[in-house]
């Protein structure tokens, strides 16, 4: 009986707790934030510096005006923009494969990573025939010369951490992560499930005289009875010789 002061306390009711097929994919999925976030951010920085200004080349033939041209990122390294367009490829490939294929996957984004540091390093560094080069990319007639060529660094330095990006997500995407053998081998396969259930219903009912056996949750319950066992048959037995 209770007192006036007292006021019956509502029962709690128990929250629910995650199922082994949410944990993995939680796993999984910020174990993917990182290279998918270094990926957008690397396409994104290709892209853009394949739209800015490389080279600024002031030409002249000797019978008018000088002339200047600006070489896009785009025009003086050609694979800049397809190399963008492939790691946004590449992001919708990294939900398409897994185990080894998205390790191997990785050493691709790390390689076009690596292949689209060179140019912009190649300009900032000054090494190589810039000024051939810059006559040939901007079509000059024969009889024209350069007579001034400037190179803005800022294009390549974006161009650069774009690549370093691309880079890091590939490394990022080669390394395993921790619960990709468990989702793979014992979570997404319901023959190794359910075989998993059998083995904890026959370890429960094996438990000594006197010995709680062990608590079984509702998902391997069920996952017994799919595999043809009763999990209840054992406890039966028990229960009808106490009393």
Do not use: N
């Amino acid at each position: 009986m209770t007192t006036p002061d007292e006021t019956p306390q509502p029962e709690s009711t128990p929250q629910p707790e995650p199922t082994p097929q949410q944990e993995p994919a939680t796993s999984t999925r910020q174990s993917l934030a990182g290279p998918l976030i270094a990926l957008v951010a690397g396409a994104a920085c290709l892209w853009a510096s394949s739209r800015m200004t490389w080279v600024e080349v002031t030409s002249s033939d000797g019978l008018g005006e000088e002339r200047t041209t600006d070489l896009l990122g785009s025009t003086w390294f050609g694979a800049l923009t397809p190399l963008a367009l492939t790691l946004v490829a590449a992001i919708a490939a990294v939900f398409a494969v897994r185990g080894w294929l998205r390790r191997v996957l990785g050493v691709v984004i790390a390689l076009i990573g690596a292949a689209a540091a060179v140019p912009p390093i190649a300009l900032l560094a000054g090494t190589g025939p810039t000024q051939d080069r810059a006559a040939a990319l901007a079509e000059l007639p024969g009889r024209a010369e350069v007579t001034h060529l400037q190179t803005y660094s800022q294009p390549a330095v974006l161009a650069l951490i774009g690549a370093v990006l691309a880079f890091v997500a590939g490394v990022l995407l080669t390394r395993k992560p921790p619960t990709e053998a468990t989702l793979g081998a014992k979570y997404d396969a319901p023959a190794a499930r359910k075989a998993d259930a059998t083995r904890r219903v026959a370890e429960a009912d094996a438990a000594e005289p006197g010995q709680a056996p062990g608590q079984l949750s509702e998902r391997t319950l069920w996952d017994a009875l799919d595999a043809g066992e009763d999990p209840t048959a054992g406890r039966d037995d028990e229960t009808k010789g106490k009393g």
